[in-house]
C-alpha cells in the first residue's frame, strides 16, 4: 500500500500526461466488502499477498479468495510492524524486494509501466527513511523497453535508501538471451551507477521462460479453485503453484546465469554486479561445474572468455539461499562458490516463509561452519553486496 506523490498525481510519458492517481496500484474495497488490486484498470482479487506466520487454515482461506488484503500482517507495507518483527525474529536489517510489482515486466502499457516503476521506487525510498537505518530497497525496472529500465537505474541510484534494482530472469526482448547486446544499456547503468542487480523470478505465465516454453502454466491438476476468466478481472496465466515456481524458478534462473556468465556478459561489464534470488541454491554448484567443464571441452563456442564462468561468479556474482536449505554448507565449502558469495533471505512475508523462527533455521543450516563462515553469510555479504 503507498500513497500517491503529488507530482505524480499527473505524470508524463514520452510527452504525453497521464492522470495516474487512479491507475497506479491500489486496493479498493467494493461496495459489498471485496478487496481488489486495481492497477491501470486491471482488477485481481487482493489476497494471498503477504501470510507470514499465518496457519494453514488462513493459507488456504487466502487461496480461496476469502482472506482480505487488509487482513494480513501490517509488517507487510507499515514500517513500525515491520521493524518490530525483524526484532522479534533477530534480524538487524532488511532489503526490501516488492511483492505485487514483481509482474510488471510484462505489463503490455510500456508508458505506464514506466510510471508504476518510478512511483513505486519514489514510495520505496520514502518508506525505507523511516526505517530507523535497518531498511533498504531494490528499486523495480520497466524492463520491456530496455532503455527506460536502463534510465531508471540511473534515476534511482540518487534515491535515499535504494540499494540495488531487480529484473526478472526473463528474456524481455523477444526471447533474445541476455548475452544480446540488445540488454546492454541495463548492464551499463548498473556498472556505472555500482547498483547490484537481483535477478528475482515471478511464477507468472507472461514472459519468455520455463513456464511458457515448457508449458507448465496451466495442468488443471490444483485440488483448490482457480481465477476463471469474468467480466473486468485479470485473471492470471496460471492455475498452479507447485510446478510453476519448482520448476521455472531455478530453470530461469540457470538459463540466466549461464548466458551472464559463459556469454561474455560479465567479461563485458567487469564493474557489474548480480546476485541470483528466490530459486533456492544447492543447483549452483554442479551447474558451475558443469559450465566450466564446457568451457574447457567446448571453448570455440565461447572464444570470448577470458577466465572460467565459474571464476566470473567469484568475482562478481552472489547466491541466495533460503535459511532451511540443505545444502547451504556445502555451497559454502566450495571452492566453485565459497561463503563470502552467499546472502540468505527470509522470504518475508510470502506464504512460504518461516515466521518466527527463520534465523533459527539459518543457525541450524550453518553450524558446521567456521565462525567466520558463519559471519559471512548471516550479514557480512549482504553488506558488502549491497553497500549497507
Same mark, same amino acid.
Given at each position: 500500500?503507498?500513497?500517491?506523490?503529488?507530482?505524480?498525481?499527473?505524470?508524463?510519458?514520452?510527452?504525453? /500526461?497521464?492522470?495516474?492517481?487512479?491507475?497506479?496500484?491500489?486496493?479498493?474495497?467494493?461496495?459489498?466488502?471485496?478487496?481488489?488490486?486495481?492497477?491501470?484498470? /486491471?482488477?485481481?482479487?487482493?489476497?494471498g499477498a503477504a501470510l507470514?506466520?499465518?496457519d494453514h487454515e488462513d493459507?488456504?482461506?487466502?487461496?480461496?479468495?476469502?482472506?482480505?488484503?487488509?487482513?494480513?500482517?501490517?509488517?507487510?507495507?507499515?514500517?513500525?510492524?515491520?521493524?518490530?518483527?525483524?526484532?522479534?525474529?533477530?534480524?538487524?536489517?532488511?532489503?526490501?524486494?516488492?511483492?505485487?510489482?514483481?509482474?510488471?515486466?510484462?505489463?503490455?502499457?510500456?508508458?505506464?509501466?514506466?510510471?508504476?516503476? /518510478?512511483?513505486?521506487?519514489?514510495?520505496?525510498?520514502?518508506?525505507?527513511?523511516?526505517?530507523?537505518?535497518?531498511?533498504?530497497?531494490?528499486?523495480? =525496472?520497466?524492463?520491456?523497453?530496455?532503455?527506460?529500465?536502463?534510465?531508471?537505474?540511473?534515476?534511482?541510484?540518487?534515491?535515499?535508501?535504494?540499494?540495488?534494482?531487480?529484473?526478472?530472469?526473463?528474456?524481455?526482448?523477444?526471447?533474445?538471451?541476455?548475452?544480446?547486446?540488445?540488454?546492454?544499456?541495463?548492464?551499463?547503468?548498473?556498472?556505472?551507477?555500482?547498483?547490484?542487480?537481483?535477478? #528475482?523470478?515471478?511464477?507468472?505465465?507472461?514472459?519468455?521462460?520455463?513456464?511458457?516454453?515448457?508449458?507448465?502454466?496451466?495442468?488443471?491438476?490444483?485440488?483448490?479453485?482457480?481465477?476463471?476468466?469474468?467480466?473486468?478481472?485479470?485473471?492470471?496465466?496460471?492455475?498452479?503453484?507447485?510446478f510453476t515456481q519448482a520448476?521455472?524458478?531455478?530453470?530461469?534462473?540457470?538459463?540466466?546465469?549461464?548466458?551472464?556468465?559463459?556469454?561474455?556478459?560479465?567479461?563485458?561489464?567487469?564493474?557489474?554486479? =548480480?546476485?541470483?534470488?528466490?530459486?533456492?541454491?544447492?543447483?549452483?554448484?554442479?551447474?558451475?561445474?558443469?559450465?566450466?567443464? #564446457?568451457?574447457?571441452?567446448?571453448?570455440?563456442?565461447?572464444?570470448?572468455?577470458?577466465?572460467?564462468?565459474?571464476?566470473?561468479?567469484? /568475482?562478481?556474482?552472489?547466491?541466495?539461499?533460503?535459511?532451511?536449505?540443505?545444502?547451504?554448507?556445502?555451497?559454502?565449502?566450495?571452492?566453485?562458490?565459497?561463503?563470502?558469495?552467499?546472502?540468505?533471505?527470509?522470504?518475508?512475508? #510470502?506464504?512460504?516463509?518461516?515466521?518466527?523462527?527463520?534465523?533459527?533455521?539459518?543457525?541450524?543450516?550453518?553450524?558446521?561452519?567456521?565462525?567466520?563462515?558463519?559471519?559471512?553469510?548471516?550479514?557480512?555479504?549482504?553488506?558488502?553486496?549491497?553497500?549497507?
Open positions: 500500500m503507498f500513497s500517491i506523490p503529488i507530482q505524480w498525481r499527473t505524470a508524463t510519458a514520452n510527452g504525453s /500526461r497521464m492522470n495516474v492517481t487512479r491507475r497506479v496500484w491500489h486496493v479498493e474495497t467494493d461496495a459489498v466488502g471485496n478487496e481488489w488490486i486495481v492497477m491501470n484498470g /486491471r482488477r485481481q482479487p487482493a489476497n507470514a506466520g499465518m493459507l488456504e482461506r487466502a487461496q480461496r479468495g476469502e482472506l482480505k488484503y487488509t487482513e494480513v500482517r501490517p509488517a507487510a507495507y507499515n514500517v513500525k510492524p515491520r521493524l518490530d518483527d525483524m526484532t522479534a525474529d533477530g534480524i538487524d536489517r532488511s532489503v526490501l524486494y516488492p511483492t505485487m510489482l514483481l509482474g510488471i515486466q510484462s505489463h503490455p502499457d510500456v508508458d505506464f509501466a514506466k510510471i508504476q516503476c /518510478r512511483v513505486y521506487n519514489d514510495w520505496l525510498s520514502d518508506h525505507v527513511s523511516d526505517g530507523e537505518g535497518r531498511l533498504f530497497g531494490a528499486a523495480v =525496472l520497466p524492463q520491456q523497453d530496455i532503455e527506460r529500465a536502463a534510465a531508471e537505474i540511473r534515476r534511482v541510484a540518487t534515491k535515499p535508501g535504494i540499494v540495488a534494482v531487480f529484473i526478472r530472469p526473463n528474456p524481455t526482448a523477444d526471447w533474445k538471451p541476455f548475452n544480446d547486446g540488445v540488454y546492454d544499456p541495463i548492464w551499463g547503468a548498473a556498472s556505472d551507477t555500482g547498483l547490484p542487480v537481483g535477478l #528475482h523470478p515471478f511464477l507468472a505465465a507472461d514472459l519468455p521462460g520455463a513456464c511458457i516454453g515448457l508449458r507448465i502454466n496451466r495442468l488443471g491438476t490444483s485440488a483448490m479453485p482457480v481465477d476463471t476468466a469474468r467480466e473486468g478481472v485479470t485473471v492470471a496465466n496460471f492455475d498452479n503453484i507447485y520448476i521455472a524458478n531455478p530453470f530461469d534462473m540457470m538459463s540466466s546465469m549461464a548466458f551472464l556468465l559463459a556469454g561474455g556478459v560479465c567479461e563485458r561489464f567487469s564493474a557489474l554486479r =548480480l546476485v541470483f534470488l528466490e530459486a533456492n541454491g544447492g543447483w549452483l554448484v554442479p551447474w558451475l561445474e558443469r559450465l566450466d567443464h #564446457h568451457y574447457e571441452v567446448f571453448s570455440w563456442d565461447v572464444p570470448w572468455l577470458k577466465i572460467r564462468p565459474s571464476e566470473y561468479f567469484r /568475482r562478481q556474482c552472489w547466491i541466495s539461499f533460503d535459511a532451511d536449505e540443505s545444502t547451504l554448507a556445502f555451497t559454502a565449502n566450495s571452492a566453485l562458490c565459497g561463503a563470502d558469495r552467499i546472502v540468505w533471505a527470509s522470504d518475508y512475508p #510470502h506464504p512460504d516463509a518461516k515466521y518466527p523462527g527463520v534465523t533459527a533455521e539459518l543457525r541450524e543450516a550453518i553450524a558446521s561452519l567456521s565462525e567466520e563462515q558463519q559471519h559471512q553469510i548471516a550479514g557480512d555479504n549482504a553488506t558488502a553486496l549491497y553497500g549497507l
